[in-house]
């Protein structure tokens, strides 16, 4: 059971735009920043947005985040194949005095 | 280029422990904390902690107290993770990741790169 939750699954066809929620608490969201993660099979994730809203260099503007109270979205426009992934968001926790995870969210472009 | 380095596959039985490995650059040794997180097969990802391979300061998730060890080796910049008390459950990818400077509060870094990851499997 994962402290921050996503939808397990989300979907779109090439060209349109995905959101994918993280819902948190005021222990995390609501008092940190949040943090996207993109994974592909068999790899070691890649940060994708920190900070709630910021890009790391390289990663298209096609990806953006947004956060509101105690929770957050990654939204993901003009959706392409290579897109298709897990995403996962994070932030940290000052009740559990660490790290916390949502259980990840699998993208399929259809 | 930053990497960070982890050691091969693990296999172990229930009960037993596993030490993990992870090679850093001097840069990353010297100024970074460097997490331990696992992913067990299909699921999402667990935090265990965070060392200051220099300067030793250690930082454990309260899931872990008492089974987790980081340590780290200076003459080979090395991180080490070890776990013990191993159960099925242990079974993951164990990840380390480079997080923020250490002069930066770490709930305001985020973890990159990564390692390439360890599969340990806990099996009798």
């Known amino acids: 059971q994962s402290v921050l939750t996503q939808p397990p699954s989300a979907s779109g066809t090439p060209g349109q735009r995905v959101t994918i929620s993280c819902s948190g608490s005021?222990?995390?969201?609501?008092?940190?920043?949040i943090y996207w993660y993109q994974q592909f099979p068999g790899t070691a994730p890649k940060v994708l947005v920190y900070r709630n809203n910021q890009r790391p260099s390289g990663v298209p503007d096609r990806f953006s985040g947004s956060k509101s109270g105690t929770s957050a979205s990654l939204a993901i426009s003009g959706l392409r194949s290579e897109d298709e992934a897990d995403y996962y968001c994070a932030a940290w926790d000052d009740s559990l005095t660490g790290w916390v995870f949502g259980g990840g969210t699998k993208l399929t472009v259809l | 280029q930053v990497q960070l380095v982890q050691s091969g596959a693990e296999v172990k039985k229930p009960g037993a422990s596993v030490n993990v490995s992870c090679q850093a650059s001097?840069?990353?040794?010297?100024?970074?904390?460097v997490h331990w997180l696992r992913q067990a097969p299909g699921q999402g990802f667990e935090w265990l902690g965070f060392i200051n391979p220099s300067a030793g300061r250690i930082s454990y998730a309260q899931k872990f107290r008492g089974r987790v060890t980081m340590t780290s080796d200076t003459s080979t910049t090395t991180i080490y993770m070890q776990l013990s008390s191993l159960r099925s459950e242990d079974t993951a990818v164990y990840y380390c990741?480079?997080?923020?400077?250490?002069?930066?509060?770490?709930?305001?870094?985020?973890?990159?790169?990564w390692g390439q990851g360890t599969l340990v499997t806990v099996s009798s």
């Open positions: 990741a480079r997080g923020g400077t250490t002069m930066m509060v770490v709930a305001w870094s985020w973890f990159d790169p």
């Open positions: 005021s222990s995390n969201i609501g008092v940190n920043y």
């Open positions: 001097v840069d990353t040794f010297t100024n970074y904390y």
